[in-house]
């Protein structure tokens, strides 16, 4: 369909224009690759930080800007993912910053269902890491682009051909270097920039701006020759392989997930990170179309909703509690998928079929928000809100359209929730309503009393939430094993099927924040036992939002 035909008589080529200036995506790495530090880069040559945070110190007064909350700056880590709006080159760049830490590999797992787009940041010393493998995984799920940037190229790091051979076979796609290094640790002398034809000459030192490196023109060869020596000729003959065994970039196998151009530097010297900066303006997709499913006459149908369609729709990917400890209130991140925003417009929570009222709708650079005035198709606000709102979501402004895809998975461990001082049950609720909600961790409620059990994917989510409940909400608990191991979602053909399985295992029923009803266990047998008993019930280790989609794997 011809949309800027369809809108230039109502005056809405400025719209299909602002959808097109848009770029969303997020940088996933495994913990310590240097990814929040390359984020305050990207945020510093934007232009929207002046000055880039300390992200390990922990007694800098300076910290990481995607790095908020108060356990994150006493770790020098990312426990939450984080969203940051930045202007560069007339585009409007929407930067979401994962948790590395495998703990938290729910958080980044969600995140990726909302960009359109992924930066990939490995260790040059290190290659591709275990957590970075699972995201990887994720996002050939979705045909994600992937940018591949690779980094600590000032230390003593592997051969650069032996990590690209490595991304290949990680990534199961060619990669296509774009910047090239000339050498590494103590001798590294820069990279070659293979869009501009010209090495940038490295130089050590976190106050660097971009424009402060010399550039020397590949033309002059005799000149890089005599200056860097064995190191050049060493890099020419490696780049030479690369760029002979590899395609060349293909603009429309990037954007299908068919290929990965790479690039080198080091994001705490500042050095390498504007050519990644001018790739995502330059290759990232804009906006893309999403699947919904619409319902009409009582019959769901599949419909692709374009980011230029007219009328406003949007998921909830995260949610947020306590963002501004003053305030106490909760944020709900939304992906717009189609239409624009504008204040005052009236909205409706699909699942519920009730009218969303925010008291204020913000973008993000990180904690700190700005009103907004108007947003677009690709763009990440957030809706505050005091409850109402659940991960995965869909809002409009009509239609009764449902997105799916945000994943829930099963999680591996169990702790009982004890509260130390009776007095504080009210506070205690609150907070694991709250922090339930959010997905910060799945809080299981068991349908025969008792006391409320907390389920995780990673032991730091306990430690995590266990700060926050004292930190946010002003309850001392402590944490005790359980005897459940794991658990799974259950649903059956007919409501009849349901009650008869839930009244012969009454102590294993449990439900969760989005009130779907679950099957604690407490062996690897059980499922398969009352699988046997009950072959009509359904048993899900992965479910989506609310308990609309559920998988039916496993």
Known sequence: MDYLALFDNLGMTSFVHEVGRRRTFAIISHPDAGKTTLTEKLLLFSGAIQIAGSVKARKASRHATSDWMEIEKQ????????????????????????????????????????????????????????????????????????????????????????????????????????????????????????????????????????????????????????????????AMDSMELATGASPAFDKEAFLAGKQTPVFFGSGVNNFGVMEVLDALVDLAPSPRPRISHLTVNKQVQEKTIHPEDPGFSGVVFKVQANMDANHRDRIAFVRVASGQYKPGMKLKVQRTAKELRPTSVVTFLSQRREAVDEAYAGDIIGFTTHGGVQLGDTITDGPALQFTGLPFFAPELFMTVILKNPLRTKQLQQGLDQLGEEGAIQVFKPEAGGAMLLGAVGQLQFEVVQHRLKAEYDCDVRLESCQYTSARWITADTPAELREFTYAYPQRMATDAANALAYLCTSPYDVRLAQERFPKIHFHPLREHAGLALSAAG
């Open 75 to 234: 770790r020098g880590i990312s426990v939450a993912s984080s969203v940051m709006q930045m202007l560069y080159r007339d585009h409007v760049i929407n930067l979401l910053d994962t948790p590395g830490h495998k703990d938290f590999s729910e958080d980044t797992y969600r995140v990726l269902t909302a960009v359109d787009s992924a930066l990939m940041v490995i260790d040059a010393a290190n290659g591709v890491e275990a957590q970075t493998r699972r995201l990887i995984e994720v996002c050939r799920q979705r045909d994600t682009p992937i940018i591949t940037f690779v980094n600590k190229m000032d230390r003593e790091v592997r051969d650069p051909l032996d990590i690209l051979d490595e991304v290949e076979r990680e990534l199961g796609m060619p990669c296509v270097p774009m910047t090239w290094p000339v050498g590494q640790g103590k001798t590294f002398g820069g990279i070659v920039n293979l869009r501009t034809n010209a090495m940038t000459v490295f130089e050590s030192g976190s106050e660097r701006l971009p424009q402060d490196f010399e550039a020397i023109p590949l033309s002059e060869q005799a000149k890089l020759s005599d200056r860097f020596a064995m190191e050049w000729q060493t």
